[in-house]
């Protein structure tokens, strides 16, 4: 056990100093955008140490919160008079002698099984919470996506009416509203991803409202909602994500996104020039 331990060990050294000298190379980039990407890749590869490959650091600080939380309202409503809390410690004084022994001979054993079953306990409930806080954003995602095409679908039918309605009477076409413009070609639209993508730090997806935003600006989505772009991105097999955390210039921002992993290729020429820029 020990040997595959000081193995394990070894083979952690080894591969934290191999990726020090990658992340060494990564800092001595010159472009921003791609040192950025390079480094952010790099964070993903980092080495783990051996005494945590088993734990969920994550689920770990989740469930002690969520203990914490249970916890406390319980401790509040417990009221402890000074002349208790002096009592206690009269009574361990007094009664030091004889606890001394048992005390230092299991004590240490205590504590260790109370924060062995503490982060066991903390582990399960986080991964708990975290698979259902998960399941409840991959319903509500399908839900707004599933809305968003009977938004679509009703638009789509009013435009019809609205357009045969124009045909018979031509005086009262301008007060019809325009129906949803149809997509762009996939290869546009994977483009602009592609360009929005590269105006985070880490250049690794796009925000869907960034993307809304800056398709309007070249003459796209016309009559489109966030949900409609998440709609038409499922309905063409983009990995979607309900959060996705992103930053602009040292600024973070959390939004449904579309990751570039996946994405088939593109030419970056096709992203259209910006026609104009709404307020």
Request: glycine content about 8%; charged content about 25%; cysteine-free.
């Amino acid at each position: 056990m020990h040997s595959d331990l000081d193995d394990a060990l070894a083979e952690h050294s080894e591969a934290v100093t191999a990726w020090n000298e990658r992340r060494a190379e990564a800092r001595r980039i010159e472009d921003p955008r791609e040192r950025a990407a390079a480094l952010t890749a790099l964070r993903r590869e980092k080495p783990r140490h051996p005494y945590l490959g088993g734990i969920s650091l994550t689920a770990l600080g989740l469930g002690n919160r969520l203990i914490i939380r249970a916890v406390r309202p319980h401790a509040a409503r417990l009221k402890v008079t000074k002349q208790q809390v002096g009592g206690a410690l009269g009574l361990a004084v007094f009664f030091s002698p004889v606890l001394a022994r048992p005390v230092a001979r299991y004590a240490p054993t205590t504590i260790t099984v109370v924060l062995v079953l503490w982060v066991v306990v903390a582990v399960v409930v986080g991964n708990t919470k975290a698979a259902v806080e998960l399941a409840e954003a991959d319903t509500k995602a399908r839900e707004e996506a599933a809305e968003g095409k009977a938004a679509r679908t009703a638009k789509s039918r009013s435009g019809a009416s609205a357009e045969a309605s124009a045909e018979a009477e031509p005086d009262y076409a301008d007060d019809q509203e325009d129906e949803p413009q149809d997509p762009p070609a996939d290869a546009d639209l994977y483009a602009l991803i592609r360009h929005v993508a590269a105006q985070s730090d880490q250049g690794t997806a796009a925000h869907l409202p960034d993307l809304l935003t800056e398709g309007q600006h070249r003459g796209w989505f016309g009559g489109w909602e966030q949900a409609d772009l998440w709609a038409h991105l499922e309905a063409l097999g983009a990995h979607l994500v309900k959060g996705k955390k992103l930053t602009f210039d040292g600024r973070q921002r959390n939004r449904q996104a579309v990751l570039l992993e996946g994405l088939p290729e593109s030419d970056p020429g096709t992203v259209p020039a910006v026609l104009q820029k709404t307020g």
